[in-house]
């Protein structure tokens, strides 16, 4: 059925309005976040609380849409035109500044709040717009398929996602997106009320056409013999009519769902929506802390919305396969960790080294070494298994509700429900975990809910089996099923010896055993693991006998389910032994602001010899707990790092002030001396809390006289309270992870740090970082503000970790003694950076990627323009010297050859075949004199492309008889002056070729060199 202009103009009009609303949905996210992350600290659970809120919103926007569409039609235009007026005047969305914490409230209510007054209701009518827009499309194009625009969104969410980053945040700073934002907003109130004027136009026509088929006369009655025929020349065959029953059951059960389609409308998006979270958890804090690396697990998880809801061939048609994927990956990225360090995984390892490696090595032409197979050898590996754990547990989740959604009138309702299940995950990662866990232990739980559904969609597959295919497959489970109970017994996983080591092992070593002494009870499965496994066996034999006594047969299919059930409960128990991690801690806690942990090293004789806080996996702070070093500094704090040598130059102050900005294990403390006042601003009060029980850094220093302060606060919005505290120094190491605290680093933050400052007091600025270039951004705020700087970095040795400080001071003296010492392996951007402020701030351009950074090409041309111009140097071999050749000014090209007598010149020329382009030189009158060498004069020369110049090959010197000593060397012989060029027809050049020595000339005479010119 071709599409008629009726359909074609609404359905573009509406897939605009759906593709616009999801553009401005996401958008606003990262823009309203860029308002409130500096406010907050900066940790990753800002993020986290941010993507509750709107999924939150997101749930009420779909139950307005569902409720909207239950008044009468001509009520729902109306209804809604007010709510979009009323979102209208609540622009900008610029949140006012008097939402800024005190530091002493919840931050997360706080945060909600915020939201909800400045973003709540424009985000409100952008969420009830997918629904609505659907509605509109079923109405106004005749019962047309709606799903694809749910996909559309999508799409428009991603390139929302996408493209902020990539070209909004550069070019325009934050105030300018609000702007450029109202502006979309607008467009997108316009194509609201367009939707809003055709489905009223389409219920006028439908009222119009009820009453004219009302009013039209009876039809005239058909022949009963001619309906009955052709209805028994329609009558379906009995292999189509079970296809009809099947298709008509299930448009039965779209039409008309049940609570438990309905319950799953709610489980499937919010295990979706915790598998994300989760995700971005994991791999912000304990993978790889990158910048802009919650990019990715969030477009993973649109791209499987816009896969599932565009066609049902993505998934439901092949939804065994998407499981036999997911499976082995979820199980793989849940208990990589434990499941390397098992003893079947290093005989895994011989077997493949023994019996595998010659072979793959001889069909690849590699030298693969297989002794140690490592799944993640580094962390851009564990990336790769985290985010496609991630991909297929959101694709299993989307693609099953794809499989139940209903039918288009009950669309608002299954939104409704999907929507109330994200917030329900969002709510379960964002607020429950962090006070019920101290790790992130929600992400192998999602992992391993995932595998479970997994698990159920491969064994409906092999219940829908028929005929010959259920004894093929009933062979092969039965196959894999006893060679993995194999393995499971050969290993000593299911033995009773390995099940008593596990009972009685004591970690507190109160029943040592020497044949115990080396086993690790973390490697050995629980007894849980195993019971639960023959349990499960065993109700699993049970429900085959039953089966078989009641129906008198047993179907092969259902023992090939009851197989797989043996083997995915193993599967399942041995996610959820390894899956967690057992990392012996003196403590670990997680709270808003990330996890942390203290751990402690033994020495032989089960001393502790050193302590170490971590913030996720970056290390916050060491102590040295060994005779005499206690008060030692270690890490990023010693006595020649940039923070060292400020703080060493107040060790003669009787009165010195210091600030720090970021406690973590107070170790900057080392350096306060009697009389002294160090003050610390930390804005995780568990963090003050960690660094007084498990340290003795600020102990230490009260015990020498110092006044230690504490003030747990957001620093910048502490010190914006605050009177002048005229700081001597004032460091700034306020690091959640390797996250960049952007709002320390503006402008404005530092007119308020020099407000604290004595005249020459000195601001140490912490930039080690692995992935983000700061030294520019510190260096273009200090300019503006009036300050100097001074860069110092240093090599990791003994307990010193490499570190990069940048000092910004006015102190000439302060900087005069202490010089730049850099590394040599400095990165340096291609382009400047543009001045930091609240307004405007970007990660990405201080990226350290290819992008950005310069490397040895970029270094070698920068180099070659720093040279003079008019010169050309080069060395032709290694211990050659250089020769510089200066060319005549001209617009034209040189072409000359020269042929040199074997010893003419002490200087090597240019190796045959080298080409170059002359520059010009300054003019006679201009050019700095020359010094005394010998040139060659070159007395024709014609027009060429390329100037090349060609040595002829010398014989070898003779060695020289031996003489008597030498005399001493005579003055140096003028340079011979020029000869006259020969006449030619070709015109003189103005100037002759000099070719000079770089280096010292030669004190006695040399010979002349014959040079001639070849056309």
Request: charged share 15%; hydrophobic share 45%.
């Amino acid at each position: 059925m071709s599409s008629t202009p009726s359909r074609v103009v609404p359905g573009l009009i509406l897939a605009a309005l759906s593709l616009l609303s999801a553009f401005l949905l996401f958008q606003v996210q990262p823009i309203i976040s860029k308002f409130i992350l500096p406010w907050f600290g900066g940790s990753p659970g800002v993020w986290t609380t941010c993507m509750l809120f709107f999924q939150v919103v997101l749930f009420a926007g779909y139950a307005y849409a569902h409720t909207l569409t239950l008044l009468p039609r001509r009520w729902q235009g109306i209804v809604h035109g007010v709510l979009l007026g009323a979102a209208i005047a609540m622009l900008p969305i610029a949140p006012s500044e008097m939402w800024k914490p005190t530091g002493a409230e919840d931050p997360a209510l706080r945060i909600l709040l915020l939201l909800l007054v400045s973003v709540g209701l424009p985000y409100f009518v952008l969420s009830s717009t997918s629904p609505l827009v659907q509605v509109w499309f079923t109405r106004t194009t005749g019962g047309a398929n709606p799903w694809r625009l749910y996909a559309l969104s999508n799409i428009g969410s991603l390139v929302a996602l996408l493209s902020y980053p990539l070209f909004f945040e550069v070019h325009w700073d934050v105030l300018e997106q609000t702007t450029l934002w109202a502006v979309g907003f607008g467009a997108f109130v316009v194509l609201s009320l367009a939707g809003i004027w055709m489905d009223r136009s389409h219920a006028l026509e439908s009222e119009t056409k009820a009453d004219a088929e009302l009013n039209a006369p009876a039809p005239v009655a058909a022949d009963p013999a001619a309906e009955n025929g052709a209805a028994a020349s329609a009558e379906p065959s009995p292999a189509s009519a079970a296809e009809v029953a099947l298709k008509m059951k299930a448009n039965q059960a779209a039409e008309h769902p049940g609570w438990g389609r309905r319950i799953l409308w709610v489980l499937l998006p919010a295990l979706a929506s915790s598998v994300l979270l989760a995700a971005t958890n994991h791999v912000c804090q304990d993978v790889a802390v990158i910048p802009f690396l919650w990019v990715v697990p969030l477009s993973l998880y649109l791209l499987t919305f816009i896969i599932c809801f565009e066609h049902e061939r993505w998934y439901a048609r092949i939804s065994a396969l998407w499981a036999l994927i997911a499976l082995p990956v979820l199980f793989i990225t849940c208990t990589e960790n434990l499941m390397q360090k098992q003893p079947f995984w290093t005989r895994f390892e011989n077997w493949m080294h023994n019996h595998v490696q010659a072979d793959l090595n001889k069909i690849t032409h590699l030298d693969l070494n297989l002794t140690t197979i490592d799944l993640t050898p580094n962390f851009v590996w564990e990336l790769g298994w985290s985010f496609g754990a991630m991909f297929l547990a959101c694709m299993l989740c989307h693609g099953e509700l794809t499989r139940l959604k209903p039918a288009p009138r009950r669309l608002t309702e299954f939104y409704l429900l999907m929507s109330f299940g994200g917030a329900l995950g969002g709510l379960f990662v964002s607020l429950g975990a962090p006070h019920v866990f101290t790790t992130f232990a929600e992400w192998p739980i999602s992992l391993i809910a995932v595998a479970a559904l997994a698990c159920l969609i491969l064994l409906r597959t092999v219940l829908k089996m028929r005929s010959v295919w259920e004894w093929l497959l009933m062979l092969v489970i039965t196959a894999m099923t006893s060679g993995v109970a194999y393995v499971l017994v050969e290993n000593g996983l299911l033995t009773q010896e390995e099940l008593r080591k596990k009972l009685h092992l004591d970690p507190a070593m109160l029943n040592p055993d020497p044949e115990m002494m080396h086993v690790n009870a973390d490697l050995i499965p629980s007894p849980w693991m195993i019971y639960g496994a023959l349990g499960v066996i065993g109700l699993c034999f049970v429900v085959l006998i039953v089966r078989s006594m009641v129906k008198g047969f047993m179907r092969p299919a259902l023992f090939s389910v009851t197989m797989l059930g043996i083997l995915f409960t193993f599967v399942l128990l041995m996610m959820g032994d390894m899956g967690f991690k057992h990392e012996k801690k003196l403590e670990r806690m997680r709270n808003f602001y990330g996890m942390l942990s203290v751990s402690e090293e033994l020495n032989s004789e089960f001393t502790p010899i050193s302590r170490e806080l971590t913030n996720g996996g970056i290390i916050h702070g060491m102590q040295n707990l060994e005779f005499g070093m206690k008060e030692e500094p270690t890490s990023y704090y010693g006595h020649d790092t940039g923070i060292g040598k400020a703080l060493d130059s107040l060790k003669h102050s009787k009165s010195g002030r210091i600030g720090i900005v970021g406690m973590g294990a107070g170790t900057v403390s080392c350096y306060a001396k009697s009389g002294q006042t160090i003050r610390f601003y930390d804005i995780n009060p568990d963090v003050v809390r960690i660094a007084q029980k498990y340290f003795t850094y600020i102990e230490d220093a009260k015990r020498r006289g110092a006044k230690v302060e504490i003030v747990v606060s957001d620093a910048r919005l502490a010190l914006e309270r605050e009177p002048s505290q005229q700081f001597d120094v004032l460091l700034l190491d306020a690091f959640s992870g390797d996250s960049v605290p952007v709002h320390l680093l503006t402008k404005e933050a530092f007119e308020i740090y020099d407000r604290h400052m004595k005249p020459d007091g000195i601001i140490a600025v912490h930039i080690t970082n692995s992935y983000l270039v700061l030294a520019p951004v510190i260096e273009k705020i200090a300019a503006e503000t009036k300050f100097k700087t001074t860069r110092i970095a240093t090599y990791p040795e003994g307990d010193q970790d490499s570190t990069d400080y940048i000092l910004v001071t006015r102190n000439e003296t302060f900087l005069k003694a202490t010089p730049p010492e850099l590394l040599g392996t400095e990165v340096e951007l291609k382009h400047d950076v543009r001045l930091w402020t609240d307004r405007y701030h970007n990660l990405l351009r201080i990226l350290d990627i290819p992008m950005n950074t310069k490397n040895a090409e970029d270094e070698e041309k920068e180099e070659q323009k720093q040279k003079p111009s008019g010169a050309f140097e080069f060395t032709p071999k290694p211990n050659a010297e250089t020769v510089k050749l200066e060319l005549p000014p001209s617009d034209m090209k040189i072409n000359t050859q020269i042929q040199l007598q074997p010893g003419a010149l002490p200087v090597p020329l240019p190796p045959q075949g080298r080409k170059f382009s002359p520059a010009p030189v300054p003019e006679p009158d201009s050019a700095p004199p020359l010094p005394q060498a010998p040139t060659v004069e070159l007395p024709k020369m014609e027009t060429k492309t390329n100037a090349e110049f060609q040595t002829a090959p010398s014989t070898p010197p003779t060695t020289p008889a031996p003489s008597a000593p030498p005399a001493p060397a005579p003055a140096p012989a003028p340079a011979p002056a020029p000869a006259p060029p020969p006449p030619s027809s070709a015109p003189p050049v103005a100037n002759p070729l000099p070719v000079t020595p770089t280096s010292q000339a030669p004190k006695a005479e040399e010979p002349k060199a014959e040079a001639k010119a070849n056309e």
